[in-house]
């Protein structure tokens, strides 16, 4: 994401600063701070670095100023260079010099969860709310991390203060129904994305987010239709266009449409193995047998383990007489998910 800059330090840089008069740097110190945190989307992020490392060099400036400066410069490596770890040095330099800036705790936060450290994110993240109660991106960060760690109900506790503190926020109620999602509460989930959608028409990910739910609830019409959505919005969604697949598959309907999306989708998103599986799948429902297990075969070379893909392609090979295959992709697939028969038997789909 793309974080506002922080304040506007306002409005020629000076190669050599030592060698700057007063007069002189007063005009090119101007420029300094424009290039450094001037809102204009112009400044490219190598006058940002430039601006804000003259600002740092220059010998003038107060520490609270240095401090604004080490964190724009931070926020350009992360968010333009996404070198994380410049990024991170910086913002330890602004809060050395400013052990008060929350701005500062949860942008090096942020640095942390791009590199997978979400610990450490939680411990910055813990620290700018701290500073500042009422700073709902950073709980919104937070709940983030702590989703990706698998701490779902505290996850949740973060996103409800963001909702308390900004009652609009689209995100957080998209970021409170993946929790409940997770959590296998799809009724709750869905409210939430019925919120997120309601505040923002346009919000691809929420309709996505939804048919994901409705599809878990086996509403697969419903899920179909925010699919629909998710495409309209973002026609380039493969991963919308996939589970559109998946849905209409298991609906068994609209197959060729189905297969319309799948092969789209393997377009956008070349070898993926879940989606090789989707089309496999539509293969089956269509009769084409060959070709499914032709997809099942690609699939399963890139996920060898997969109970679905190994039941479904013993499945095509039973209507295609390979006992022998059939039996061994069947117990293989049961070996590895004992309940995979059953699912698929739900779908409607039997040896």
């Not at 994401?1 to 005009?27: F, N």
């Not at 330890?92 to 450290?117: E, S, V």
């Not at 959505?229 to 309907?253: E, H, M, S, T, Y």
């Not at 190994?310 to 069947?330: E, N, P």
Request: charged share 30%.
């Amino acid at each position: 994401m793309l974080r506002s800059l922080l304040v506007a330090i306002t409005a020629t840089i000076c190669i050599a600063v030592t060698a700057c008069s007063d007069s002189q740097w007063v005009l090119r110190e101007s420029q300094a701070r424009s290039w450094c945190a001037g809102p204009d989307t112009a400044i490219t992020p190598d006058l940002r670095i430039s601006g804000c490392t003259t600002l740092i060099q220059s010998g003038r400036e107060t520490q609270s100023i240095l401090a604004v400066a080490f964190c724009n410069r931070g926020n350009a490596y992360q968010d333009y260079k996404g070198d994380y770890d410049r990024a991170i040095q910086d913002y330890d330099q602004a809060i050395r010099l400013k052990p008060d800036y929350p701005t500062a705790f949860n942008n090096r936060g942020d640095a942390y969860h791009a590199k997978g450290d979400y610990d450490r994110a939680i411990q910055d993240y813990d620290q700018a709310t701290r500073l500042n109660p009422d700073y709902f991106q950073a709980f919104n960060s937070r709940g983030v991390a702590y989703r990706e760690k698998g701490n779902y109900d505290r996850a949740i506790q973060d996103y409800d203060q963001v909702i308390r503190l900004k009652p609009d926020h689209f995100r957080a109620f998209n970021n409170r129904g993946n929790a409940y999602e997770h959590k296998a509460d799809y009724d709750r989930a869905i409210q939430d994305y019925d919120q997120a959608i309601r505040l923002k028409p346009d919000y691809a990910t929420a309709f996505y987010n939804r048919g994901y739910a409705y599809q878990h609830k086996g509403d697969y019409d419903r899920a179909i239709q925010d699919y629909d959505q998710a495409v309209r919005l973002k026609p380039d969604d493969a991963a919308a266009l996939n589970n559109r697949c998946w849905a209409r598959a298991v609906a068994n309907k609209a197959l060729e449409a189905a297969l319309s999306d799948c092969n789209e989708s393997l377009r956008l998103r070349p070898d993926d193995a879940g989606t090789m599986h989707s089309r496999g799948f539509v293969h089956f429902r269509m009769g084409r047998y060959d070709e499914a297990i032709a997809d099942f075969d690609n699939s399963l070379s890139r996920d060898p383990k997969s109970a679905d893909m190994l039941y479904m392609r013993g499945l095509a090979k039973g209507v295609r007489h390979d006992t022998a295959g059939s039996d061994a992709d069947i117990a293989e697939a049961k070996a590895i998910d004992p309940k995979v028969a059953e699912r698929y038997a739900g779908y409607g789909v039997k040896p």
